[in-house]
């Protein structure tokens, strides 16, 4: 049977994907803000995490099962191509091969942690999404929205920073971002909640799509099973 796309699900996608590698190559700067030290991946990845959301509860896990992996698909691929750049002899009269190389040139544990924190923490918020909204009878949206990111960031945390600047950081100063990111992350999608629900009752409205996962596989590799 012929599989039908419609259009909110591939502009959310879409979105998904450039929000991903966006967040991946921000990710290389560490900023400070009000003397807080946080990457600067913090402005535009909590987005992808509200994405996730929405394609969880008006299209369910296999849906986001789906945008998933090729997010990361996505990712891997331009982390490629961006290597391959850097292994490209520059021109001779360019100037801006070392801040070229230091964004695009990631450490191997660098792109480890990166993708594999973004697995991990994206299926997490995706299925505590979708077992909240059976659980709960597809009430509460707010309470499954915010639940489902904590569970979500803090993998992702946990994850991408002991991977990717273990030994580099003092340990200290590591669970110090880590909690910081889940925290401000977490407030992030607090603060957005409303324009969340707005969008998400839009779409449901507009694609007539609200589903429920009762007795689907759970399994990450189902990729064909939408």
Request: net charge positive.
């Amino acid at each position: 049977m012929k599989q039908n796309v419609s259009v909110p699900f591939m502009l959310l996608g879409i979105l998904f994907n450039v929000c991903l590698i966006a967040a991946n190559l921000l990710e290389t700067k560490v900023i400070q803000v009000c003397g807080l030290t946080v990457t600067a991946g913090l402005l535009v990845f909590p987005i992808s995490y509200i994405i996730n959301d929405c394609i969880a509860e008006v299209w369910g896990f296999r849906k986001a099962r789906l945008i998933i992996w090729s997010g990361f698909a996505m990712n891997f691929f331009v982390v490629l191509l961006g290597l391959i750049a850097v292994a490209l002899p520059a021109a001779p009269f360019w100037e801006g091969e070392a801040h070229f190389n230091f964004v695009f040139g990631m450490a191997p544990r660098i792109v480890a942690a990166s993708l594999l924190a973004f697995l991990a923490g994206s299926f997490l918020n995706a299925y505590v999404m979708s077992r909240m909204k059976l659980a709960s009878h597809g009430r509460h949206f707010s309470a499954r929205a915010i639940l489902s990111t904590v569970v979500g960031e803090t993998a992702d945390s946990l994850l991408f920073f002991p991977i990717a600047f273990g030994g580099l950081i003092a340990w200290q100063e590591l669970l110090v971002m880590m909690g910081i990111q889940i925290v401000l992350k977490s407030l992030y999608e607090v603060m957005i909640l409303p324009v969340t629900i707005r969008v998400v009752r839009f779409i449901k409205r507009v694609d007539g799509s609200d589903a429920y996962d009762e007795g689907i596989s759970y399994n990450i590799l189902k990729i064909k099973e939408l």
